[in-house]
């Protein structure tokens, strides 16, 4: 599938990042059995670049790992199959938007001892999961449901804990 991934990067070392986004992301839409070609645009910025878009998009006064802004409402499971939400003029599905602090990455896959690069490609499967509808905000089923989603994608491209 040719999807489209506009990568933008704020911080230096960023690029070395890029690869790897190519990847993942696709594998993840595959995973969830989008049908049709997809554009997601990623930010790769430090804490204070996230935190300043937490606050300005979710008024959230505080740096995160990564954030999420799906242009459509797909329910879970249930992902673009057909070009109905396609952009005229490019033919792709605009998933949506997904920033990733790289400082934020870098101190969590040493925290869980995994590594950056493991790190920036659960971070991006994370976010493909918000963009095609997922949500944890429950600590019951919604949370489970993702988790698992999260866990077999990983596995699939060979990235587990």
């Given amino acids: 599938m040719n999807h489209e991934l ?22 993840a839409l595959e995973a969830e059995g989008v049908t049709v070609p997809c554009e997601v645009d990623v930010l790769l910025t430090d804490d204070a670049g996230i935190h300043q878009i937490n606050l300005e998009q979710r008024e959230v ?49 040493e925290e869980y001892g995994h590594g950056t690069e493991r790190e920036v490609a659960y971070l991006a499967v994370h976010s493909v999961l918000h963009l095609l ?13 993702m988790r698992a989603r999260e866990d077999a994608i990983m596995e699939e491209i060979g990235l587990t804990r």
């Fill in 6 to 27: 506009l990568i933008e990067t704020e911080v230096d070392g960023a690029e070395e990042y890029a690869g790897l986004l190519r990847q993942v992301i696709p594998a």
């Fill in 61 to 109: 006064d505080r740096p995160t790992d990564v954030l999420s802004f799906p242009m459509f409402e797909f329910a879970p499971g249930e992902p673009p199959t057909d070009d109905a939400d396609a952009d005229p003029e490019t033919g792709l599905v605009p998933l949506g938007d997904m920033v990733i602090s790289l400082e934020r990455a870098r101190a969590q896959g």
């Fill in 133 to 145: 509808g997922y949500d944890h905000l429950d600590e019951g089923p919604q949370k489970a449901q």
